[in-house]
């Protein structure tokens, strides 16, 4: 059963409140994923995927996204998927009423291929790793996708001024300092911060094409999401 707009809307008050509870705290770590998920496209992105089907979501957290898209649609079979086991108990363990959402702690290689996916949600993953398991990973969403399956990638427009003035500062910044407070003082950057900050590797909507023409893929969607403050690139890509 899909919910109509005014049903989403109240899914969207859910959303905010989810992240209300787990991001409660004050610190570091927590203001900067509560900032991020409140002014996350999530509609952008969920309309982009199938009412019906099996969906993958590639690096699902705590399951907040797998749980907004299976109240959209109860047709939707979703597996979330990470590498993280604190954050896979905790998403099996809140609000997981859901009958239609499976949580694994695992790695998509180790996916068999005979297990296929009608749409892959990668939301703020990619940027993540290292360019060479990028193309790792992208290759193994194309072996694993169904013909007409989708693949719906969610990252940061680097092309967008204000991503370099806000984000650059905000995620250096904060670099920065715990190095530095790391060389003199002795704390770690992980203890200081809540979390552990690495340079990411961001591609841009012209390197998506490429990379994923060359594996397979065709472009169906793309959209420069202007959000404020955060600039979001959704892209979505189309097994043939």
Not at 5 to 12: A, H, M, P, S
Not at 199 to 221: A, Q, S
Request: aromatic residues 10%; hydrophobic residues 40%.
């Amino acid at each position: 059963m899909i919910m109509n707009t005014n049903d989403n809307k109240d899914i969207l008050r859910t959303w905010r409140k989810v992240f209300n509870r787990d991001y409660s705290s004050i610190s570091i770590h927590s203001l900067l994923w509560r900032f991020k998920y409140f002014t996350a496209p999530i509609y952008e992105t969920e309309i982009l995927l199938p009412d019906k089907g099996d969906i993958l979501d590639l690096g699902c957290g705590e399951g907040n996204y797998c749980r907004f898209i299976s109240e959209v649609s109860s047709d939707r079979n979703i597996l979330g998927l990470d590498i993280n086991n604190e954050r896979i108990t905790r998403a099996i363990g809140d609000f997981n009423n859901n009958k239609n959402i499976k949580y694994i702690c695992s790695s998509i290689h180790e996916i068999d291929e005979s297990c296929l996916f009608d749409a892959i949600v990668i939301h703020h993953v990619l940027y993540l790793i290292e360019h060479r398991e990028q193309i790792r990973l992208l290759k193994k969403c194309f072996e694993i996708l169904r013909p007409g399956g989708k693949l719906v990638i969610l990252s940061l427009d680097i092309k967008q001024p204000f991503f370099n003035v806000l984000i650059h500062s905000m995620f250096y910044g904060i670099s920065a300092i715990t190095t530095i407070a790391k060389r003199y003082l002795g704390i770690s950057t992980e203890r200081l911060t809540g979390i552990r900050l690495n340079k990411p590797t961001y591609l841009k909507d012209t390197d998506y094409i490429e990379i994923m023409n060359v594996i397979g893929f065709k472009l169906d969607k793309i959209t420069e999401n202007n959000h404020f403050p955060l600039p979001y690139l959704i892209l979505c890509f189309k097994k043939h």
